[in-house]
């Protein structure tokens, strides 16, 4: 039973690790344990106390690199590992497994060691740029192992524990497992972080509060007065480079150690939890919140035969008369693919907008209604509001084509180009339709600078999509990057502003709408680029040669 359950472990492992988007978030972790640890001279920071840091030897090194990958895996570390199960279920495995003797909840225990297997590979490799980074900046060249890597194990490794379960728990829920649970993974993780940097949070939160007062303590030791100073963790520009102390070291007390124990025993146990519902790959219970099995990989979709098949294949019945054959018309000039490129744009709009809900209607109703009852100052906000409604609708873009298995065929296509600016016109007109209403009510209060950032939205959001689904091929990255890009708007954090929601007595404090717009082409290029570089010869023929199963979402 151990050996199964082992195999299946190793098994999930060594499939996560070979695709592209693992290696990805290694090659960002190693970046992040760079930045963590940046020159001493350096205006940039990831851990700033009231203007302090501590000499960078293994204990500061290790606490401060464990607490940013803490932050970083925790939100990018689940993308990696989820769809776990939907890759058994696509691939007929779920069923053979399910056929064996193997317990649900040991089914899903193997999922949840195998994500938390993959997430500490990924610490593992940002303690290892800790200890080169330390040794690199020179201040303290000696590297105490158990220093260093106390940090991981006390703060990193219990937030590991919650996102493998809590990936566990998104895909084997029917309501979570598709788009929407990517979308509410950005949100809620993001919540559970701000809010675990607070000393009153549950279970001593990520443990920064703990952090913090050792800081503190060192600093009122040294003579330094820090208690008017605050305790930032995230990567902050700073007006003047840190100022260097010595610092002992963190050491984590009792209570907080057994409350990390208490966290990992909760995220076994939301591991175990979706046995209460979990389908166990049997068809007969797709209504009760499973999902009928795809055709396997390869196979063609099966039709009924027709009367002609039935007579060849001695299956009887009476055989079809032959048909005269009519002479095929002459060539006629077809019209080029600017002169339909309106068709194509309300193709790629019903494409993107078909088979929605009428809630989903009545969403987009609702929010053009309050954009034009509310105040005219009330429209950048409801304008937040209406360009998150439609998430699941632009991850569409640049996917949708792989996902129903006619990348290749499209790609042959004369006038990629114009196939390609009609997707994202598509995209564009999907934000001109939700945030008509903020537009409507700022035209007519004359707010013509929060016009002008609607339209350079307008163009960004789109193109992000697109850029992203082109570069991933998958829905995943833009349904995490845009709600937490979104999330930050939300919170007034202007830099990043790309509509125009944050403002100052009325005026805007983000990006000036024509750097935005210019972003937003400059991400349209890098998708087009991409897509070119794909529809060469020698990529159609490597991608037509490679087996193909359904892509996830």
């Known amino acids: 039973m151990v050996r199964g359950y082992a195999r299946l472990v190793l098994g999930d492992v060594r499939e996560r690790v070979r695709r592209p988007v693992y290696l990805v978030t290694l090659l960002a972790t190693v970046g992040l344990g760079y930045v963590a640890v940046p020159a001493v001279d350096s205006h940039w920071t990831v851990v700033d106390v009231a203007g302090h840091r501590g000499v960078y030897d293994s204990a500061y090194v290790g606490t401060v690199t464990a607490l940013a990958g803490a932050l970083w895996l925790t939100l990018a570390g689940f993308y990696v590992v989820r769809n776990t199960v939907a890759r058994d279920r696509e691939t007929g495995v779920g069923e053979l497994l399910a056929a064996t003797r193997l317990r649900t909840s040991a089914y899903l225990l193997a999922k949840f060691g195998g994500n938390l297997t993959v997430l500490v590979s990924m610490l593992g490799v940002l303690a290892a740029t800790a200890a080169v980074m330390q040794v690199a900046r020179g201040e303290a060249v000696w590297v105490d192992p158990v220093r260093l890597l106390t940090p991981y194990l006390v703060l990193a490794l219990p937030l590991m524990a919650l996102t493998a379960a809590a990936a566990v728990v998104f895909e084997t829920a029917p309501v979570l497992r598709g788009g929407a649970g990517n979308v509410v993974w950005s949100v809620a993780a993001l919540a559970l972080l701000l809010g675990g940097l607070s000393p009153r949070a549950p279970l001593g939160g990520l443990g920064a509060a703990s952090v913090a007062e050792s800081f503190r303590a060192s600093l009122a030791a040294q003579g330094v007065d820090a208690s008017a100073g605050e305790f930032s963790l995230g990567l902050t520009y700073v007006d003047e480079p840190l100022r260097a102390i010595e610092w002992p070291g963190w050491e984590p007390s009792a209570e907080l150690v057994a409350t990390r124990l208490v966290i990992l025993a909760a995220a076994v146990a939301l591991a175990v939890l979706p046995a209460l519902w979990f389908d166990r790959f049997d068809p007969a219970r797709g209504a009760a919140g499973g999902a009928p099995r795809p055709r396997p990989r390869g196979a063609a979709p099966h039709t009924p035969p027709g009367p002609e098949e039935a007579s060849r294949d001695g299956a009887g019945g009476p055989a079809a008369a032959p048909r005269r054959l009519e002479p095929l018309p002459g060539p006629t000039r077809s019209p080029g693919a600017w002169a339909v490129f309106p068709r194509l744009v309300a193709g790629e709009l019903r494409m993107l907008l078909g088979g929605r809900s009428r809630w989903w209607w009545g969403g987009v109703a609702a929010i ?35 996902l129903v298995g006619l990348d290749g065929l499209l790609a042959s296509y004369p006038r990629a180009a114009a196939r390609f600016l009609a997707e994202w016109t598509a995209g564009v007109a999907v934000a001109a339709l939700v945030g008509a209403g903020p537009l409507v ?23 992000l999509a697109l850029a992203l689904g082109v570069v991933s091929r998958v829905g995943r990255p833009f349904q995490a990057v845009y709600p937490l890009l979104w999330y930050l708007v ?30 937003a082409l400059g991400l349209l290029g890098t998708a087009a680029a991409v897509a070119a570089a794909r529809s060469r010869p020698g990529t159609l023929r490597a991608a037509a040669g490679a087996p193909r199963g359904r892509p996830s979402r």
């Not at 105040?375 to 792989?402: D, K, M, N, Q």
């Not at 509509?499 to 972003?519: F, S, Y």
């Open 368 to 402: 053009t209604a309050a954009a034009l009852l509310l105040p005219a100052r009330s429209a950048p906000t409801v304008l937040l509001l209406a360009w998150i409604w439609p998430v699941l609708v632009w991850s569409g873009l640049g996917t949708r084509a792989r």
């Open 441 to 463: 009510r700022m035209v007519a209060s004359g707010d013509a600078a929060g016009a002008s950032a609607w339209a350079a939205g307008a163009l960004f959001v789109p193109g």
């Open 490 to 519: 939300l919170n007034g954090v202007s830099p990043v502003d790309f509509l125009g929601a944050v403002r100052a007595d009325g005026h805007l404090t983000g990006p000036p709408p024509l750097l935005v717009a210019a972003v």
